[in-house]
Structures are given as structure tokens and as C-alpha cells.
């Protein structure tokens, strides 16, 4: 049987949906055009569009909103600048006057609006983007630290927590961008909303095409609720923009705190905060367009490798980002001086990183892990840590090779990342997540470069209600017999902000998707 909403897409000679505001709706008229995200159709977003009108009427705007469609239901950039006009002439046709023009995107309509957007700038005056954020190649971090987009057009960008598709994680690095890390020149032009509870499809309505039903997350936000959101932040932004001050105070209400998320991504110092400023000597610079190493590893690595140390011997910490394959020259961790185990002393320790992050990321969707995978983390060994530190002769045996250091510092990730969540985050993770727990440590990989290219284990257990980690390692003792060698106990290390990100998509999907959602719905029909 052929449906009729087929029938309807097939035969269709209008290329838009578009509604007018309601009789009687006084204000300023505002056109908004919005392109569908792949795969979805345009009718799915009228209950929203419909729903941003009344609340824009509240507050004495005339939204006029347009949702042409793509062939295929799928936006792609030949077709755009056909779509925008048509749509816009549809408005016009139904009243819109003035040139309050705005576009949005949801999802691939997101990206593919930016791309028409900046370009057409004398007509389009705000623009926003729905389950999408600006890629990461209209930005960049400048001389100063700051960064800056190459783009000058307010961008209301919207996230929600529970999106499978656009991760809320990839919003995180948006926040950063666009709000903490943003050039005093551009303050204030492009703010982030992420909704609480809130799915990819959470911006549509209708069935889930299969992308989406495949990927993406179950929202806890209902779908009326949801548009309410959705119509309150962008109600809030384009009254900003045309000087509605009434419009200009509404404002998103289910809002995420995304800081705990962004904060995880600073400890880990991600490389899409900044690239690493890797240099040939062991120190990095301090520079402020680039990172020297990470936090996290900085913190905590090197103190919880090296144990218990006497009354009055403390750390220090000084981890740097290197390459650590690169042998020439090669970046070894190091011990820059000793205590004597009775005096009060500080030992300076330098340590060094590399954040391997996933290759899937390239076409930046959002739809694979920002965090990175793994971190190769070079630190000198608990022997060594206590040689250093004065105590007389520590047995290798007992502090390297009993025990699993390097699972020891990954449950110290764990742990940070858990006690970060939200309340709701955590029960979420707690009834439906993955668990993720740290296994027996792998190795020693002491051959040649083994430990480099010997991957952490994410390991699934059959029901996937876990997630086995195992760190792989590489130790020496101090008399080992290639001296230049003697002393590491190499790790690779679990960022905090992966395991936050696990905690808060990857280790829901399993358990808390689209389509259990589906089939619980179904079930209950
Ligand atoms: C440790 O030694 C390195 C040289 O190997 C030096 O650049 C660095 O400043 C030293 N750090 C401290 C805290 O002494």
C-alpha cells in the first residue's frame, strides 16, 4: 500500500510548507526558513514551526516560517539557494513584509544552512542551528588564545543532552568556542542552548527515519514540550536581534548544564580546544594558542603511579604533549631531582602525553567521540617515583608489577567523571548505562614500540550491561639493563572527559536508544 503521505510527496507541486502567521497575530514580521535535517521529512517540522509562531505572537512578532523541501527529503548545497528563495517567495506571497529574514537548520539542513547563510549575509540577519553547530572550520584560535569565527552572523546554536546523533559532547567544544574561549569582538554573537532530556528528533516530529531511529538516544522530554523549548530560545534570540524587548526576554527554560562536560574537556585539554604545541625539547612552551600538555594527566597521573611517598616529599607535576612515537628526538618522563626521604621537598616530575582522538570524526557530525580514545601517557614507574622520593631500595616486584597502576589512575577517571554528572544523568547511567569499569592491565609491551601501537581495550560483555577497559602498559625496573629505558612504567590512560562522554551517550545507547523507546511504545499499543 502506498501511503498517502508518499502520494503526497510524490505529487507535490509545492516545494515548501509555509505557514502564516495566525489572523489577528499583531507585531513585527519576522520570515523564518528552516531546511530539514537528511531523510526527514519537511511535514515532520510543522507542529514546531506552528508552535514557535504562537509563542513569537506572545510577545508581539509575526513569524512567518517556511520549510522547503529537499529532493529526497535531503538537503545538499546545489539545491539550496533555489529552496531559500522559494520559500521566502512562499512568505512573501502570504504577507511577510520588511527584512527581518532568519534561517535555521536542523541536523544536515544545520550545516547546509551555515554554508548558504554566511554567504548571504545582506538578506539573512541571524541564523540557527538545530541538533548542529558551526564546524570546526569557520573558527580558529588566534595569537592571543582567543578564538575567532570567520563569520560575523548572530548564530543561535541548539543542542540537546540525550542527541545520539549531534552529541551533546560536540556541543560542549561549541560552548567553548562560541561562549568561554570567544575574541571580545565577537561576544555575545553566538550563544548556546543545550535542552535537558532533550533527542536529535526532538526538533522534528513524526516517525524517526532510520538514521535517527538507529542512533539516536530516548528523549525525556515529551514532543509538545520540547517545540515549547525549542520556540522559547529562538522567540528570545530574534527578539534580541529586531529590538523586540518583550520578545527579547523569552528564553529556553530546560536548559543542560553543560559546564561539567566542558570543565572534563579542559582537564583532558582536548585538541579541539587547541592543537598541541609540540616542540622538540621535553617542556612545551607556555603559549596561549596552543596546549603544552593535559591537566588531568598533570594532576594525577604521576602521583597516583608513584604510591604513598615519606611525610613532607610532594609532587610536582609538568606533563607535556608529545607525539610519542617521534624518536627523533625521543620525549622521556623524568625525575628533574631527588629528596632525601626526611626533609621537606618538593619532586618535580615532567610526564608526556598523546591524546589519540578517533578518525571517524573527519566530516565533524558530532556523531563520534570528541573525548579522546585513549591517552598515551609516558610516566616514570612507583619504583622510581619512590627511589626519588629517598626510600631506600623499593622492590619492583612490589610496586610495579603487583596490582594494576595504570587501571588504578583510569579508576581515578571514572570516578571524577561519575561524580560529575547531573543527578539525572547519573540515575540515567545508573538504570540503563553501560557500565564502565576498569579490567586487569595489558602487557608489559617492553618490545620496541609495542606499548605505542597496542590500543586500550574496550571490552563489551555479552548483554553490553558493561564496559571492560584495559589499560596497556609498559614497565622497566630502575636497573634495567637499557639504562636509557630504566625506571618508565608506561600507561595507556582513560581522559575524564571520555568516560563523562560515555556516561552521558555512547554508554546509553545500548540500553536507552530511539528504538527501545520505540518498542516499548509499540508494546504498550
Ligand atoms: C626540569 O628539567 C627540564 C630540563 O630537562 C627543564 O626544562 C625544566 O624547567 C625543569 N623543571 C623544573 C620544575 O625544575
Redesign the pocket.
Known amino acids: 500500500m502506498i501511503s498517502l503521505a508518499l502520494l503526497a510527496a510524490l505529487f507535490s507541486t509545492s516545494q515548501a510548507i509555509s505557514f502564516a502567521p495566525k489572523a489577528g497575530t499583531t507585531g513585527q514580521d519576522i520570515a523564518l526558513v528552516l531546511f530539514q535535517g537528511a531523510s526527514s521529512p519537511a511535514q515532520g517540522y510543522a507542529p514546531v514551526a506552528q508552535q514557535i509562531q504562537q509563542v513569537a505572537a506572545q510577545s508581539g512578532i509575526r513569524a512567518f516560517v517556511s520549510i522547503p523541501s529537499f529532493v529526497f527529503d535531503t538537503p545538499e548545497p546545489l539545491q539550496t539557494d533555489s529552496a531559500f528563495n522559494g520559500a521566502l517567495k512562499e512568505l512573501k506571497g502570504l504577507g511577510f513584509t520588511g527584512d527581518n529574514v532568519f534561517l535555521a537548520g536542523h541536523s544536515l539542513g544545520g550545516v547546509m544552512a551555515q554554508s548558504y547563510a554566511v554567504k548571504h549575509t545582506d538578506v539573512i540577519k541571524g541564523l540557527i542551528l538545530e541538533g548542529s553547530v558551526l564546524l570546526r572550520g569557520t573558527r580558529k584560535v588566534q595569537a592571543n588564545g582567543f578564538t575567532k569565527f570567520n563569520l560575523d552572523l548572530p548564530t543561535l546554536t541548539l543542542c540537546g543532552e540525550l542527541d545520539g546523533l549531534m552529541r551533546i559532547t560536540r556541543c560542549a567544544e561549541a560552548y567553548y568556542h562560541q561562549i568561554e574561549n570567544i575574541d571580545p569582538s565577537q561576544k555575545n554573537l553566538f550563544p548556546v542552548v543545550p535542552f535537558q532530556g532533550f533527542s536529535h528528533w526532538r526538533f522534528s516530529s513524526g516517525a524517526l527515519p532510520s538514521n535517527v531511529l538507529n542512533n539516536d538516544l530516548q528523549a525525556e522530554i515529551s514532543e509538545e514540550e520540547a517545540h515549547y523549548q525549542v520556540a522559547s530560545a529562538i522567540t528570545g534570540f530574534i527578539g534580541k536581534l529586531i529590538g523586540n524587548s518583550r520578545a527579547a526576554r523569552v528564553a529556553a527554560t530546560s536548559v543542560f548544564d553543560i559546564k561539567p562536560l566542558v570543565e572534563a574537556m579542559k582537564l583532558e585539554n582536548s585538541y579541539y580546544i587547541r592543537d598541541a604545541c609540540y616542540s622538540q625539547t621535553?617542556?612545551n612552551q607556555e603559549r596561549p594558542d596552543c596546549s603544552k600538555g593535559s591537566p588531568w594527566v598533570q594532576a594525577n597521573a604521576q602521583r597516583i603511579m608513584g604510591g604513598d611517598l615519606p611525610s613532607g616529599v610532594k609532587l610536582s607535576g609538568?606533563d607535556n604533549f608529545h607525539r610519542v612515537w617521534t624518536v627523533n628526538p625521543v620525549h622521556l618522563p623524568?625525575f628533574?631531582n631527588t629528596c632525601d626521604g626526611h626533609s621537606s621537598c618538593i619532586l618535580?616530575s615532567?610526564t608526556v602525553t598523546e591524546l589519540i582522538n578517533t578518525e571517524l570524526d573527519v566530516m565533524d557530525t558530532g556523531m563520534f567521540p570528541i573525548a579522546a580514545l585513549e591517552m598515551r601517557c609516558k610516566l616514570m614507574s612507583r619504583q622510581a617515583t619512590q627511589k626519588a622520593a629517598g626510600v631506600e631500595k623499593p622492590d619492583f616486584h612490589q610496586t610495579d608489577e603487583v596490582g594494576n597502576r595504570c587501571a588504578d589512575i583510569n579508576n581515578e577517571a571514572i570516578q571524577y567523571a561519575y561524580s560529575h554528572l547531573s543527578t539525572e544523568a547519573k540515575k540515567r547511567y545508573d538504570q540503563f548505562g553501560q557500565k564502565l569499569v576498569v579490567g586487569d592491565d595489558q602487557g608489559p609491551y617492553n618490545a620496541g614500540p609495542l606499548w605505542i601501537w597496542t590500543n586500550m581495550i574496550y571490552e563489551d560483555n555479552s548483554d553490553k550491561t558493561t564496559l571492560t577497559l584495559k589499560s596497556a602498559m609498559m614497565r622497566t625496573p630502575t636497573d634495567y639493563l637499557i639504562s636509557a629505558a630504566a625506571g618508565f612504567h608506561y600507561c595507556k590512560l582513560l581522559s575524564p572527559f571520555r568516560a563523562m562522554e560515555w556516561m552521558q551517550v555512547d554508554g546509553l545507547k545500548a540500553h536507552y536508544n530511539a528504538k527501545t523507546h520505540t518498542q516499548e511504545l509499540a508494546f504498550l499499543q
Open positions: 621535553l617542556i609538568d623524568q628533574n618535580n615532567v
